[in-house]
């Protein structure tokens, strides 16, 4: 074998092997992704079931096989259950729910607050949330009041001044500066709507009445309100 071809047979050899080691390469490299391609699947199999407790007080107490659990995610064997939701100062009731073989089971409910109704809702946010995602007619009601209610708010402050014939025996016209705001930081306010008037002291009935119809002129549901009056 001559010299050149001895180089050319090395050169040979080795590409072989550069070859072989390439293919090994991409051989691990292909594994690999299939590996990471797999594993939701592989996960999704070997996953136990899941329940997302929702419930409306996020106070709530849940009990389920005497066990007490709160809004969160556990893990529970397939089947069906029974759940008793407390609270003080709710209506407790009893709800009833089937964990799937897979994938998680969602459970949104509420109690009634027993002096409030569904308002007791209105100054938490993560019971609006929750109540949300509730198919009921009562609650949807509900929903529907307290968002005219924020739509309103963005009008707040209302400012301005009355001109009202305040004694029509003598036809005098008195000027009434008035200004409507939502209550925030009163003490009064019982709930997180509230229209507080800050005016003039008159003839009050006339300047409720005036004030009642302004209102109504913006929209405003004055039943779903509580109106505080303070009149120097």
Same mark, same amino acid.
């Given at each position: 074998?001559?010299?050149?071809?001895?180089?050319?047979?090395? &050169?040979?050899?080795?590409?072989?092997? *550069?070859?072989?080691? !390439?293919?090994?390469?991409?051989?691990?490299? $292909?594994? %690999?992704? /299939?590996?990471?391609?797999?594993?939701?699947?592989?996960?999704?199999?070997?996953?136990?079931?899941?329940?997302?407790?929702?419930?409306?007080?996020?106070?709530?107490?849940?009990?389920?096989?005497?066990?007490?659990y709160?809004?969160?995610?556990?893990?529970?064997?397939?089947?069906?259950?029974?759940?008793?939701?407390?609270?003080?100062?709710?209506?407790?009731k009893?709800?009833?729910?089937?964990?799937?073989?897979?994938?998680?089971?969602? &459970?949104?409910?509420?109690?009634?607050? *027993?002096?409030?109704? !569904?308002?007791?809702?209105?100054?938490?946010? $993560?019971? %609006?949330? /929750?109540?949300?995602?509730?198919?009921?007619?009562?609650?949807?009601?509900?929903?529907?009041?307290?968002?005219?209610?924020?739509?309103i708010?963005?009008?707040?402050?209302?400012?301005?001044?009355?001109?009202?014939n305040a004694?029509?025996?003598?036809?005098?016209?008195?000027?009434?500066?008035?200004?409507?705001?939502?209550?925030?930081?009163?003490?009064?306010?019982?709930?997180?709507?509230?229209?507080?008037?800050?005016?003039?002291?008159?003839?009050?009935?006339?300047?409720?009445?005036?004030?009642a119809?302004?209102?109504?002129?913006?929209?405003?549901?004055?039943?779903?309100?509580?109106?505080?009056?303070?009149?120097?």
């Amino acid at each position: 074998m001559t010299f050149s071809e001895r180089c050319l047979d090395f &050169v040979d050899k080795h590409n072989r092997a *550069l070859l072989l080691s !390439l293919g090994g390469i991409i051989g691990v490299f $292909a594994i %690999i992704i /299939i590996i990471f391609a797999l594993m939701p699947v592989m996960d999704r199999a070997t996953a136990k079931p899941r329940v997302s407790l929702n419930i409306a007080p996020t106070s709530a107490t849940i009990t389920i096989n005497g066990k007490d659990y709160r809004n969160g995610l556990y893990e529970m064997q397939p089947g069906t259950y029974k759940a008793n939701i407390s609270q003080e100062g709710f209506e407790a009731k009893e709800i009833e729910f089937t964990v799937k073989n897979n994938g998680t089971t969602i &459970v949104n409910d509420y109690i009634l607050n *027993l002096s409030e109704g !569904l308002e007791y809702f209105e100054s938490s946010e $993560a019971d %609006i949330v /929750i109540l949300n995602n509730i198919e009921d007619a009562e609650v949807k009601a509900f929903l529907s009041r307290f968002n005219h209610k924020k739509s309103i708010l963005a009008e707040l402050p209302i400012e301005g001044i009355f001109n009202m014939n305040a004694d029509k025996e003598v036809a005098r016209v008195d000027n009434y500066k008035y200004k409507i705001s939502d209550g925030t930081g009163f003490s009064e306010c019982k709930k997180i709507f509230c229209l507080y008037v800050e005016s003039y002291k008159g003839n009050e009935k006339l300047l409720k009445e005036a004030i009642a119809k302004k209102l109504e002129e913006k929209g405003f549901d004055l039943d779903g309100y509580q109106v505080i009056y303070n009149l120097r």
